[in-house]
Each structure stands twice: as C-alpha cells, then as structure tokens.
C-alpha cells in the first residue's frame, strides 16, 4: 500500500479509499429501515439521502464545489475541472447529476 497515495485519496473524498463507500452505503440503508420501521425504502428518498450526506457532506472539497458552482452558474461562468483520477471525475460526475448541472 502507498501512504502517500492512500492520503491523496482521503484529501480528495473517501469514497476512492476501498470499502468506505459500501461500509456508508449499508449504514444508510440501515438508518433508513430503523426510520421507515422495517418496511421498504422508497428509491428516491434513499437516493436524496445518498447523494446528501455520502456524496456531499462526507468531503469538504464536495461541499465547497455544491456552494461554488450555482454561484458561478447564476453569473454566467463557465468551469473546467482537471483531476488525474479517473474516480474523482466519476463522483464529480454523480455530483453535477444530482444537481442537475450540464457537463461534458
């Protein structure tokens, strides 16, 4: 294992560590069935409830992109984001999805 490597993924966002992604998704199914008492979980609820609180809130640099960008978008800028892992893109890519921004 590369420390070094293990580090840039944490500062990026958790989800790139191995397990922490599937070890949330589990602990939010399970607060989600204590809530709903056992019965099932709507997909939309427990969608709202991934993309807040595993996507956003778990990275800080997440949160800051979910306050920059309407910002940006409501003054008419446009926004490049260069990153050297494959995976970042993919959860910037859930991101603007969720927020329903237009990406290429």
């Not at 397990?19 to 019965?39: C, H, I, M, P």
């Not at 800051?64 to 446009?78: A, I, T, V, Y």
């Not at 494959?86 to 237009?102: A, H, Q």
Request: hydrophobic fraction near 40%; glycine fraction near 4%; charge should be negative.
């Amino acid at each position: 294992m590369n420390i070094q490597m293990e580090l840039r993924k944490c500062c990026n966002h958790p989800h790139l560590i191995d397990g922490v992604e599937e070890r949330e998704q589990d602990a939010l199914v399970e607060e989600l069935s204590q809530k709903t008492g056992g019965a099932s979980i709507d997909k939309d609820i427990y969608d709202k409830e991934w993309a807040d609180r595993c996507l956003l809130r778990s990275s800080g640099k997440m949160v800051l992109m979910d306050k920059l960008l309407p910002k940006l978008r409501r003054e008419g800028h446009k926004v490049l984001i260069f990153s050297q892992m494959v995976k970042v893109l993919n959860i910037l890519e859930d991101f603007l999805e969720y927020r329903k921004f237009n990406f290429e």
